[in-house]
């Protein structure tokens, strides 16, 4: 996190233009006081021209922050330095007009490919220019501020591969090249016919002796690699997941570099097939594609060997755990569920609570105007749960990132005996958060009606991206079942006396017991929300391990068991996982007990997470008599009542995430409020409204000259 010869910093030089506050690329000027909300410009980096002041309902509710804004970004951040680096990033890029995002929503799947593709390489030359490098403290800002904008992503994952996977001579071959764009590496795992199942690959790998070569063949149609990203039409080299063999006998998957276009003419090397595989829901601007492999040989050096090789004689020697495999999505899964999941929540989150700000429909009193939509407690309650969860994933996201680097510094010491921990967190709670937040934006989008369904608004492509997060990198209920078979193992072990990991050592503590809670006020104590969770996780994995020992107890065949009990696993895992959310979100808000007015709104939104999602699933807790009929009451007028609370700190609570109008994208999502103004600029932009029409001269002329003949 060092070593950049001129980081971009928000200090100006004698020859630098400042942007004046109320101009497009000036950063809100934000006093440190709750009533330093107040407008003082027209908005954050206003796309398209100014439209001018700010809605008066949204500057309102900025005047009545109960917190600091600026601070509580600083917190979500890491620390002021790292809210002003972020912000010097965010500038570079949206002030580069070849970064700029205007006009997307009116673009082809091609136009998008070659915007992304030409981003990516003046990404390159603006990093250079600015002195960033990929150790950098500004690196990690950078995918944010182009929202992902940007071909060659998956150019990381093959790099990330290479240096997770390949030994110091792999490394000290490929990493420069990669890092140079001398190639374009992608990553090829899933295939046609399989996906998350890696065992059942059948892409081949056979090791020929007198070459000292292994020949590459999709034997079948379902072998045929199928979705890697920046392979359809860019990549020049790829890392292959195929089955090794040697002397006929299998030895599981194992990773290649295998190259596939040329470097001279980009022309598709012989024995490769390979193109995109056509128009997706989402990710126009990505080049997802397909590749056959047809007898292609690489050197032997080319298998990734930090923790098994393939010797000149054929003799395989393995040097590590072979789960070491699964490690490099071990963390794609942790970062995308950032990247992918809780910033596209937060953007959903800021984009619907300020247009309910400023769209008012009905009354709520009589002979009074029309109310903001936020004021009714059913808006409320489909938004406020939403921006909790926002908040809650974003604290997950810490913890795991944690495990992660705890997990990551033992294997670098050859030590694996964190990875079925590793594997299952990142698994479980890959799919817990994609699913939630998927659920959410949708709620997001629905709850601005009509305005909502408009591309323009931004919320239909970031629903329709965020849907694919709960099918790349794993399939949501297969991760679940990993996650589930993890639990089982270690309820099984921590019934029986034996160590578990601490994060599920509570799966010892079988404890019968009630809910004490006696008002609904109780249900405000993050010690009496907690325990149920707790309660209500090791009770679902008990019970579904029960059942599964009983099975096979009886007779029954172990697999045949366990998929008798895959539904009961997956509920037990989400359990599991939405009980570590809510422990760890409580925990993060007792850390803040020097920051009073940041912690008394995240102690709120605490409370709202955890009761949502009491009321939400009220089964699971009224299921075995832990709580009873009138603590369910309890937890309902508590949760409603929170509603109220939060919502007067709503607006104030979406600006802390701090993104422009630009990153956003959205015309009601602005920071200025300015709906309507901005979805008409905005519709006027559309080519079919400066052309002619051919449907005119070829159909509706003909049609209406033929009709008017008749009147």
Not at 254 to 281: T, W, Y
Request: hydrophobic share 40%; aromatic share 10%.
């Amino acid at each position: 996190m060092q070593k950049h010869p001129r980081a971009w910093s928000s200090s100006v030089g004698p020859g630098d233009k400042v942007p004046a506050a109320g101009t497009p690329g000036a950063w809100p000027r934000q006093s440190s006081s709750a009533s330093g909300m107040a407008l003082l410009e027209t908005g954050k980096y206003s796309q398209g021209s100014v439209l001018g002041s700010v809605n008066h309902d949204l500057a309102s509710e900025r005047q009545t922050a109960s917190f600091s804004v600026e601070k509580l970004t600083a917190w979500l951040d890491g620390g002021a330095e790292h809210t002003r680096i972020r912000r010097a990033v965010v500038e570079a890029i949206e002030c580069d007009p070849v970064f700029s995002r205007e006009n997307q929503y009116f673009q082809s799947q091609n136009e998008r490919y070659e915007a992304a593709v030409r981003k990516a390489v003046h990404l390159q030359k603006k990093m250079h220019e600015m002195g960033w490098t990929e150790n950098g403290p500004e690196f990690k800002y950078i995918y944010r501020a182009l929202s992902g904008d940007v071909a060659f992503l998956l150019h990381r994952i093959f790099m990330r591969s290479i240096s997770v996977l390949g030994s110091d001579k792999q490394i000290a071959k490929w990493i420069p090249l990669a890092s140079q764009y001398q190639l374009i590496g992608s990553y090829a795992q899933t295939e046609l016919g399989h996906g998350t199942y890696l065992q059942g690959l059948e892409t081949t790998a056979v090791f020929d002796i007198t070459t000292q070569e292994f020949i590459l063949n999709t034997p079948k149609i379902s072998a045929m690699k199928w979705w890697p990203g920046d392979m359809g039409r860019s990549a020049t080299h790829t890392v292959v997941f195929a089955q090794l063999y040697i002397h006929g006998k299998c030895y599981g998957v194992h990773p290649f570099i295998v190259q596939i276009r040329s470097l001279q003419d980009h022309s598709l090397c012989p024995g490769i097939i390979a193109g995109d595989i056509g128009p997706k829901m989402s990710f126009e601007h990505i080049d997802n594609g397909y590749l056959m492999l047809q007898n292609v040989r690489v050197p032997r050096e080319n298998m990734l060997n930090k923790f098994c090789e393939v010797q000149p004689d054929g003799t395989y020697v393995r040097l590590g755990s072979q789960q070491i495999n699964y490690f490099t999505m071990t963390t794609v899964r942790i970062s995308l569920i950032y990247d992918e999941a809780v910033i596209p929540l937060m953007k959903a989150c800021t984009i619907a609570i300020r247009y309910s700000v400023v769209r008012r429909q009905s009354k709520l009193k009589p002979g009074e105007e029309e109310a903001k939509i936020l004021d009714y407690q059913t808006q409320q309650e489909k938004l406020l749960p939403q921006l909790a969860a926002a908040y809650a994933f974003h604290f997950i996201n810490d913890y795991l990132q944690e495990l992660f680097e705890k997990g990551y510094r033992e294997v670098q010491r050859k030590n694996f005996d964190t990875l079925p921990e590793l594997h299952a967190f990142s698994s479980g709670f890959k799919a817990m958060v994609t699913q939630y937040c998927t659920s959410a934006v949708e709620i997001c989008l629905r709850a601005c009606g009509g305005h909502g369904y408009s591309l323009l608004s931004g919320l239909p492509s970031l629903y329709t991206k965020i849907v694919a997060s709960c099918i790349y990198e794993g399939e949501n209920t297969i991760l679940l079942l990993q996650a589930a078979r993890f639990l089982n193992k270690c309820f099984v072990a921590a019934s029986a006396g034996q160590p578990v990991p601490p994060s599920v050592a509570y799966l010892a503590a079988v404890k019968p017991g009630k809910c004490p809670a006696k008002t609904k006020l109780d249900f405000l104590s993050p010690d009496i929300y907690t325990e149920a969770y707790q309660h209500m996780a090791v009770r679902l994995v008990s019970s579904t391990a029960a059942k599964l020992q009983d099975l096979i107890q009886s007779g029954v065949k172990k697999h045949d068991a366990w998929n008798q009990c895959t539904v009961q696993l997956v509920q037990a895992a989400k359990a599991h996982c939405h009980y570590i959310t809510v422990k760890n979100f409580a925990e993060t808000v007792e850390k803040l007990k020097t920051e009073a007015g940041i912690q008394k709104i995240m102690k709120h939104l605490c409370d709202l997470f955890a009761l949502h999602g009491i009321f939400s699933n009220a089964g699971v807790f009224l299921h075995d008599g832990y709580l009873s009929g009138a603590q369910m009451d309890m937890v309902t007028a508590s949760y409603l009542d929170l509603l109220a609370v939060i919502r007067k700190d709503a607006v104030p609570l979406v600006d802390a995430f701090d993104f422009t109008d630009k990153n956003l994208n959205s015309a009601l999502g602005s920071y200025d409020g300015q709906v309507y103004q901005r979805l008409y600029e905005w519709a006027q932009k559309s080519p079919t409204n400066m052309q002619v029409s051919p449907a005119y001269e070829r159909y509706l002329k003909p049609l209406l000259h033929n009709m008017r003949s008749k009147i």
